[in-house]
């Protein structure tokens, strides 16, 4: 494979290089990475309340005031869930590689793509507005009536923010689906699609369809705390179980919005790194396409000590342990994947295993959380907080980073160092592992969630948790170093130095600005790997037409 040569005048990063051009573009490589560059700094932001958190609780009596705590995890809720882990995956990877992976010259709608962003900003400077101006204190799920009564002055700002948000997922989920349908290359069936390909369709889905509800909800909160209408409150005849059960009703399909892009980069990662197509190709879509469904229909396990009746209770639990099943033949399919395989235990490989191992931690523990009994006693404690961010931080952000750096050669004509790499990705594992593991034993031991104080007996497990959380911070920091070096003095990169099928290798590092000079036409299915000799027999048996 020849490696590409300085100055490459088509590529998309060099076609032009003014100010307009990038903040004007159309093309869905440069969006990706306008997005990238949002998200980005909405996660630093986030990460430095989440660093805030753990200092305060490394002692009971701790550092911050009530109110600043209360705001600190407010503002880290919002802004890690809607800001970064929401559109991290489907915004950057997804928007770079969707028409590269299915033959597409860009997405279909390219306009509407870049209002995306400016929407994704737009929603992001309102909720700063909100947290420079003294930030709120509700939780992330301004849960009614405490955001419609009681809390601080501006809830509207901050539930605005979400309602803008919003439309750009919405914008995001239509282009992924119209392009999928649409504009997929000759001879790309569905059966033909990579699992990522099928991991963003499935999303996009699911953001459709779930995140006008959230956006309903956040409005009817804003107009009972300005007008005064008697929607949540009992006071003026409302029911607050009404915003749970709407609230929940978008918010854990919110989860699979989170964890099902990331499953299909895990794909992606593993089928590359062990030189064999994935085991049960036909079975990973339907199980994709499983967990979109029955996200829907899970949403009340949040609400088993909210008052419910028992009878809702049992069938909200038996649908939980449904969805546990395509959930559960994932991880048996990789699993089985990596048996015999001829495996290179590079940084996107180990991202990747650390996906397996941090996503089944959290699965099988919500499924602790599912059982009625249990979560009577576990509810609103920090082992509800570990298994979150088992399946959210631990499960979506190593995807992230597996993916980035899997196609950080295609999106920038460069590799990175590869031992930086691998010791970030060993980082991230142990430090969460460190952070989040001793929140299991908090909350069976009983400490509450989101209290300021605690008593002494547990403030050892604290000090371990926040003592992970700085490892973690390195982890999460030290990739910003090295791939900021690597676009300055990284080798260059081939077309497809990881000799990986799929379309987007079959183009240059970076790619041309229309991707393709010729539309591919595909002639066989994904993951054609030579078991053999290690390589490769085809890039998704395509051939230029």
Same mark, same amino acid.
């Given at each position: 494979?020849?490696?590409?040569?300085? =100055?490459?005048?088509?590529?998309?990063?060099?076609?032009?290089?003014?100010?307009?051009?990038?903040?004007?573009?159309?093309?869905?490589?440069?969006?990706?990475?306008?997005?990238?560059?949002?998200?980005?700094?909405?996660?630093?932001?986030? #990460?430095?309340?989440?660093?805030?958190?753990?200092?305060?609780?490394?002692?009971?009596? #701790?550092?911050?005031?009530?109110?600043? *705590?209360?705001?600190?995890?407010?503002?880290?809720?919002?802004?890690?869930?809607?800001?970064?882990?929401?559109?991290? $995956?489907?915004?950057?990877?997804?928007? /770079?590689?969707?028409?590269?992976?299915?033959?597409?010259?860009?997405?279909?709608?390219?306009? $509407? +793509?870049?209002?995306?962003?400016?929407? /994704? +900003?737009?929603?992001?400077?309102?909720?700063?507005?909100?947290?420079?101006? #003294?930030?709120?204190?509700?939780? %992330?799920?301004?849960?009614?009536?405490?955001?419609?009564?009681?809390?601080?002055?501006?809830?509207?700002?901050?539930?605005?923010?979400?309602?803008?948000?919003?439309?750009?997922?919405?914008?995001?989920?239509?282009?992924?689906?119209?392009?999928?349908?649409?504009?997929?290359?000759? #001879?790309?069936?569905?059966?033909?699609?990579?699992?990522?390909?099928?991991?963003?369709?499935?999303? !996009?889905?699911?953001?459709?369809?779930?995140?006008?509800?959230?956006?309903?909800?956040?409005?009817?909160?804003?107009?009972?705390?300005?007008?005064?209408? =008697?929607?949540?409150?009992?006071?003026? =005849?409302?029911?607050?179980?009404?915003?749970?059960?709407?609230? %929940?009703?978008? !918010?854990?399909?919110?989860?699979?919005?989170?964890?099902?892009?990331?499953? @299909?980069?895990?794909?992606?990662?593993?089928?590359?790194?062990?030189?064999?197509?994935?085991? @049960?190709?036909?079975?990973?879509?339907?199980?994709?396409?499983?967990?979109?469904?029955?996200?829907? /229909?899970?949403?009340?396990?949040?609400?088993?000590?909210?008052?419910?009746?028992?009878?809702?209770?049992?069938?909200?639990?038996?649908?939980?342990?449904?969805?546990?099943?395509?959930?559960?033949?994932?991880?048996?399919?990789?699993?089985?994947?990596?048996?015999?395989?001829?495996?290179?235990?590079?940084?996107?490989?180990?991202?990747?295993?650390?996906?397996?191992?941090?996503?089944?931690?959290?699965?099988?523990?919500?499924?602790?959380?599912?059982?009625?009994?249990?979560?009577?006693?576990?509810?609103?404690? *920090?082992?509800?907080?570990?298994?979150?961010?088992?399946?959210?931080? @631990?499960?979506?952000?190593?995807? /992230?980073? =597996?993916?980035?750096?899997? %196609? %950080?050669?295609?999106?920038?004509?460069?590799?990175?160092?590869?031992?930086?790499?691998?010791?970030?990705?060993?980082?991230?594992?142990?430090?969460?592992?460190?952070?989040?593991?001793?929140?299991?034993?908090?909350?069976?031991?009983?400490?509450?969630?989101?209290?300021?104080?605690?008593?002494?007996?547990?403030?050892?497990?604290?000090?371990?948790?926040?003592?992970?959380?700085?490892?973690?911070?390195?982890?999460?920091?030290?990739?910003? @170093?090295?791939?900021?070096? !690597?676009?300055?003095?990284?080798?260059?990169?081939?077309? +497809?130095?990881?000799?990986?099928?799929?379309?987007?290798?079959?183009?240059?590092?970076?790619?041309?600005?229309?991707?393709?000079?010729?539309?591919?036409?595909?002639?066989?299915?994904?993951?054609?790997?030579?078991?053999?000799?290690?390589?490769?027999?085809?890039?998704?048996?395509?051939?230029?037409?």
């Amino acid at each position: 494979m020849a490696t590409i040569t300085a =100055g490459l005048p088509t590529s998309y990063v060099t076609s032009e290089n003014t100010i307009s051009s990038w903040l004007l573009t159309k093309d869905h490589k440069r969006i990706a990475l306008l997005f990238f560059a949002s998200i980005t700094f909405f996660f630093f932001i986030g #990460g430095i309340a989440a660093t805030l958190i753990r200092m305060h609780l490394a002692t009971p009596e #701790g550092l911050l005031q009530p109110d600043i *705590y209360n705001r600190m995890f407010t503002m880290h809720g919002i802004v890690m869930v809607w800001f970064f882990l929401i559109p991290s $995956i489907p915004t950057t990877l997804g928007n /770079f590689i969707i028409p590269l992976a299915i033959g597409a010259h860009d997405l279909a709608f390219p306009r $509407i +793509n870049l209002a995306s962003w400016y929407v /994704f +900003n737009l929603s992001g400077l309102v909720l700063l507005y909100a947290l420079i101006m #003294g930030g709120i204190d509700t939780g %992330w799920t301004f849960y009614t009536p405490y955001s419609t009564l009681f809390a601080n002055g501006y809830v509207i700002a901050a539930t605005l923010a979400v309602f803008i948000n919003g439309f750009s997922s919405i914008m995001t989920g239509l282009n992924f689906v119209v392009t999928i349908h649409r504009l997929r290359a000759p #001879g790309m069936t569905w059966m033909r699609l990579p699992l990522f390909v099928w991991g963003i369709y499935s999303v !996009s889905l699911v953001m459709l369809l779930a995140t006008p509800v959230l956006a309903m909800t956040v409005l009817l909160v804003a107009m009972e705390r300005f007008m005064g209408v =008697g929607i949540f409150d009992p006071a003026r =005849g409302g029911d607050p179980l009404l915003f749970q059960h709407m609230f %929940w009703f978008y !918010s854990h399909p919110a989860v699979y919005i989170m964890i099902l892009p990331a499953m @299909g980069v895990v794909s992606e990662l593993i089928t590359c790194y062990v030189r064999r197509p994935i085991f @049960g190709y036909t079975g990973m879509t339907y199980a994709l396409m499983s967990i979109a469904i029955i996200s829907f /229909f899970v949403w009340g396990h949040h609400m088993f000590t909210a008052g419910i009746s028992i009878y809702s209770a049992v069938v909200f639990s038996l649908m939980t342990f449904f969805v546990a099943v395509p959930s559960a033949i994932k991880v048996f399919n990789w699993t089985a994947s990596l048996h015999k395989g001829s495996i290179t235990f590079d940084a996107p490989m180990l991202y990747a295993l650390g996906f397996v191992l941090l996503f089944t931690i959290g699965g099988l523990t919500g499924l602790i959380v599912a059982t009625v009994a249990l979560d009577v006693h576990l509810q609103d404690t *920090y082992f509800v907080i570990a298994h979150f961010h088992y399946i959210m931080v @631990g499960g979506t952000v190593s995807a /992230f980073f =597996g993916g980035l750096h899997y %196609w %950080w050669p295609k999106i920038t004509g460069r590799l990175y160092p590869e031992m930086w790499a691998r010791m970030a990705a060993l980082l991230t594992f142990v430090g969460f592992n460190l952070t989040f593991f001793p929140q299991f034993i908090l909350g069976y031991l009983g400490m509450p969630r989101r209290y300021y104080a605690y008593p002494p007996e547990w403030q050892a497990w604290n000090v371990l948790s926040s003592a992970g959380a700085s490892i973690l911070a390195v982890a999460y920091i030290l990739p910003l @170093g090295y791939l900021g070096w !690597s676009l300055l003095r990284g080798e260059r990169a081939a077309p +497809n130095p990881w000799r990986a099928t799929g379309l987007e290798w079959q183009t240059s590092s970076p790619p041309p600005k229309h991707n393709f000079e010729r539309t591919p036409v595909v002639t066989a299915g994904p993951y054609l790997y030579d078991p053999e000799d290690g390589g490769f027999i085809a890039q998704n048996g395509a051939v230029n037409a």
